[in-house]
């Protein structure tokens, strides 16, 4: 399964306030393994960040003036994601903005769903975690995942933390890649994308038990065994 782990930043919190999205971050997972292919841009909104969106992330009215716009990178983001499972921190608010992006973009693009499959980790985690706290750095505290270099929110930087918590969230393991960062305005070519195997360059190191820890566990099995509990025993 090819899935894309999703964040913008944008430059206040409605896009039917005039508000637009000023950075795109996307990472690419295949098998429940990061690829190390990646789409990401800032954009210029021709319009100003709100001081409080500013705050957030940082993203200043002056570094946007050079950035390209939405309806330059739009069909390098749609081919992007096209076909892939989306998972996005509390999607209706990213997806609310991508989709006013695509109607502003004057192409012909349907809405962002009508192209991929969402998962949306807010509401996953407020099913896990009735009643707690679930951002993603409540969630990044909670799964034991290391946010401390995230001073700021950033596309690629939450998109990374993300990956982790969302594997950790459904049982699975970080990615056997690490995380780089992207230059200011730089983005995977969508030609480029490539599907590796999740072990490839990888040498997967196996640790066999000991000896008094095989007695141990046979013990242990046994034990289980005697009060109807054990449902892998090698003596059935």
Not at 114 to 136: F, P, W
Not at 145 to 155: E, F, I, M, T, Y
Not at 204 to 216: D, G, T
Request: hydrophobic letters at 40%; a negative charge.
């Amino acid at each position: 399964m090819r899935q894309i782990i999703l964040d913008t930043e944008t430059t206040g919190l409605r896009p039917e306030e005039g508000h637009r999205v000023i950075e795109i971050g996307c990472m690419e997972m295949v098998s429940r393994r990061l690829t190390g292919n990646h789409f990401h841009y800032y954009l210029n909104p021709d319009r100003l960040v709100d001081a409080g969106a500013m705050a957030v992330h940082g993203i200043t009215n002056e570094f946007l003036l050079d950035k390209p716009r939405f309806n330059e990178i739009v069909e390098s983001f749609m081919q992007f994601i096209d076909g892939a499972e989306l998972i996005i921190h509390n999607a209706p608010f990213d997806l609310s903005f991508l989709n006013s992006e695509l109607v502003l973009s004057k192409k012909t693009y349907k809405p962002v769903n009508e192209y991929c499959g969402v998962i949306d980790t807010l509401a996953m985690a407020r099913k896990m975690h009735v009643g707690q706290r679930n951002s993603l750095d409540a969630l990044c505290k909670r799964y034991s995942v290391d946010n401390s270099k995230r001073d700021l929110h950033g596309a690629l930087i939450d998109c990374h933390l993300l990956a982790q918590v969302y594997l950790a969230m459904t049982g699975g393991q970080e990615s056997l890649f690490g995380f780089t960062e992207a230059n200011n305005n730089a983005s995977t070519k969508v030609d480029n994308i490539t599907h590796a195997s999740p072990i490839e360059n990888h040498q997967l190191v196996v640790l066999k038990a000991k000896p008094e820890e095989m007695s141990e566990h046979d013990s242990y099995l046994l034990a289980m065994k005697k009060k109807g509990k054990c449902l892998w025993s090698d003596e059935g």
